[in-house]
Protein backbone atom coordinates (compact mmCIF):
# COMPACT_ATOMS: atom_id res chain seq x y z
CA UNK A 1 0.00 0.00 0.00
CA UNK A 2 1.21 3.21 -0.74
CA UNK A 3 -0.43 6.23 0.28
CA UNK A 4 0.09 10.24 -1.27
CA UNK A 5 -1.76 12.38 1.49
CA UNK A 6 -1.48 16.22 0.61
CA UNK A 7 -2.23 19.27 3.11
CA UNK A 8 -2.09 23.31 2.98
CA UNK A 9 -5.18 24.27 0.80
CA UNK A 10 -7.09 26.63 1.45
CA UNK A 11 -8.68 30.12 0.95
CA UNK A 12 -6.56 32.86 -0.07
CA UNK A 13 -6.68 36.56 -1.15
CA UNK A 14 -5.10 37.55 -4.08
CA UNK A 15 -0.98 38.43 -4.46
CA UNK A 16 -1.15 35.88 -1.22
CA UNK A 17 0.78 32.90 -0.23
CA UNK A 18 0.39 28.96 0.20
CA UNK A 19 2.24 26.42 0.65
CA UNK A 20 1.43 22.39 -0.12
CA UNK A 21 2.82 19.25 1.05
CA UNK A 22 2.87 15.91 -0.28
CA UNK A 23 3.76 12.77 2.26
CA UNK A 24 4.52 9.74 0.62
CA UNK A 25 3.91 6.48 2.82
CA UNK A 26 3.65 3.00 3.19
CA UNK A 27 5.91 0.42 0.80
CA UNK A 28 8.42 2.90 -1.32
CA UNK A 29 11.49 1.49 -2.32
CA UNK A 30 12.29 5.00 -4.44
CA UNK A 31 10.64 7.70 -5.84
CA UNK A 32 11.93 8.54 -9.38
CA UNK A 33 9.59 11.34 -9.47
CA UNK A 34 6.93 13.66 -7.78
CA UNK A 35 4.56 16.25 -8.98
CA UNK A 36 1.96 18.45 -8.69
CA UNK A 37 -1.44 18.78 -10.59
CA UNK A 38 -4.33 20.93 -10.36
CA UNK A 39 -7.78 20.55 -12.05
CA UNK A 40 -10.32 23.42 -12.15
CA UNK A 41 -13.91 23.14 -12.91
CA UNK A 42 -15.00 21.65 -16.42
CA UNK A 43 -11.15 22.66 -17.18
CA UNK A 44 -8.11 18.84 -17.44
CA UNK A 45 -5.79 18.13 -15.56
CA UNK A 46 -2.52 19.60 -15.79
CA UNK A 47 0.77 19.80 -14.45
CA UNK A 48 1.72 22.42 -12.63
CA UNK A 49 5.68 21.47 -11.35
CA UNK A 50 7.60 18.69 -11.01
CA UNK A 51 10.40 17.42 -9.39
CA UNK A 52 12.88 13.91 -9.80
CA UNK A 53 15.05 12.15 -7.27
CA UNK A 54 18.18 14.24 -7.96
CA UNK A 55 16.77 17.61 -7.57
CA UNK A 56 15.96 18.91 -11.35
CA UNK A 57 12.72 20.36 -11.51
CA UNK A 58 10.04 21.51 -14.49
CA UNK A 59 7.34 23.74 -14.13
CA UNK A 60 4.21 24.81 -16.26
CA UNK A 61 4.91 28.54 -17.53
CA UNK A 62 1.56 29.88 -15.41
CA UNK A 63 3.97 28.80 -12.21
CA UNK A 64 7.28 30.03 -13.05
CA UNK A 65 8.27 32.56 -11.26
CA UNK A 66 5.88 32.12 -8.97
CA UNK A 67 5.63 28.87 -7.59
CA UNK A 68 8.78 26.75 -6.31
CA UNK A 69 9.05 23.00 -6.25
CA UNK A 70 10.72 21.06 -3.26
CA UNK A 71 11.29 17.67 -2.37
CA UNK A 72 13.05 15.84 1.11
CA UNK A 73 13.96 12.50 -0.31
CA UNK A 74 14.69 11.23 3.17
CA UNK A 75 10.94 12.27 4.65
CA UNK A 76 9.83 11.17 1.03
CA UNK A 77 7.46 14.60 1.06
CA UNK A 78 7.10 17.40 -1.93
CA UNK A 79 6.48 20.77 -1.07
CA UNK A 80 4.80 23.85 -3.38
CA UNK A 81 5.29 27.26 -2.46
CA UNK A 82 3.05 29.15 -4.23
CA UNK A 83 3.41 33.13 -3.99
CA UNK A 84 1.78 35.51 -5.88
CA UNK A 85 -1.66 33.70 -6.11
CA UNK A 86 -3.93 34.91 -8.50
CA UNK A 87 -7.86 33.78 -9.26
CA UNK A 88 -6.98 31.60 -11.99
CA UNK A 89 -5.11 29.73 -9.71
CA UNK A 90 -8.19 28.40 -8.01
CA UNK A 91 -8.03 24.44 -8.31
CA UNK A 92 -7.90 21.27 -6.69
CA UNK A 93 -4.05 20.36 -6.43
CA UNK A 94 -3.32 16.85 -6.66
CA UNK A 95 -0.10 14.86 -5.80
CA UNK A 96 1.73 12.49 -7.77
CA UNK A 97 4.38 10.20 -7.46
CA UNK A 98 6.02 7.62 -9.59
CA UNK A 99 7.80 5.57 -7.86
CA UNK A 100 9.08 1.75 -7.20
CA UNK A 101 7.73 -0.41 -4.50
CA UNK A 102 10.09 -3.28 -4.67
CA UNK A 103 13.51 -3.37 -6.00
CA UNK A 104 13.30 -5.48 -9.03
CA UNK A 105 9.46 -3.62 -9.77
CA UNK A 106 8.55 -1.39 -12.43
CA UNK A 107 7.90 2.32 -11.27
CA UNK A 108 3.85 3.14 -11.15
CA UNK A 109 2.36 6.58 -10.93
CA UNK A 110 0.58 7.03 -7.64
CA UNK A 111 -1.89 9.76 -7.05
CA UNK A 112 -3.51 12.10 -3.60
CA UNK A 113 -7.17 13.04 -2.92
CA UNK A 114 -6.20 16.62 -3.95
CA UNK A 115 -6.23 19.87 -1.60
CA UNK A 116 -8.31 22.73 -2.68
CA UNK A 117 -6.48 25.78 -3.40
CA UNK A 118 -9.23 29.05 -3.69
CA UNK A 119 -8.02 32.74 -4.48
CA UNK A 120 -10.45 35.39 -4.19
CA UNK A 121 -10.06 38.48 -5.80
Known amino acids: QVQLVESGGGLVQAGGSLRLSCAASGSIFSINRMGWYRQAPGKQRELVAS???????NYADSAKGRFTISRDNAKNTMYLQMNSLKPEDTALYYC???????????????WGQGTQVTVSS
Open 96 to 110: NAYLRRRVAGAPEDY
Open 51 to 57: IISGGST
